[in-house]
């Protein structure tokens, strides 16, 4: 069994930054895929960046050159780096672990992202 908790969402102007933490506790994060994903409201989940155990990522377009996925496997944590942040960013941000059968199978709870001026 895997907990996942996100944390470091807020709010920030267009053009801010932010730093997304999801704390992994039960298993060691460096051995599994990881991923994040955002819904914002009225839209489907969406996916937008993911770490493989091996540290290969993939990137969304509407991310890819502003957002870094990462993992600290010292700290069992797994971070989203987000620059250049635009409106269209403003969703619950979601960290998930562990692909079974080509779904996560570990889910936080999300943390809130809004991009406003």
């Known amino acids: 069994q895997v907990q996942l908790v996100e944390s470091g969402g807020e709010s920030v102007q267009p053009g801010g930054s932010l730093r997304l933490s999801c704390a992994a506790s039960?298993?060691?994060?460096?051995?599994?895929?990881m991923a994040w994903f955002r819904q914002a409201p009225g839209n489907q989940r969406e996916l937008v960046a993911a770490i493989t155990s091996g540290g290969t990522t993939w990137y969304a377009d509407s991310v890819k050159g502003r957002f870094t996925i990462s993992k600290d496997n010292a700290k069992n944590t797994g971070y989203l780096q987000m620059n250049s942040l635009k409106p269209d960013d403003t969703a619950v941000y979601y960290c998930a672990a562990d692909v079974v059968l080509g779904s996560y199978r570990y889910w936080g709870q999300g943390t809130q992202v809004t991009v406003s001026s």
């Open positions: 039960g298993r060691a994060l460096s051995s599994l895929a």
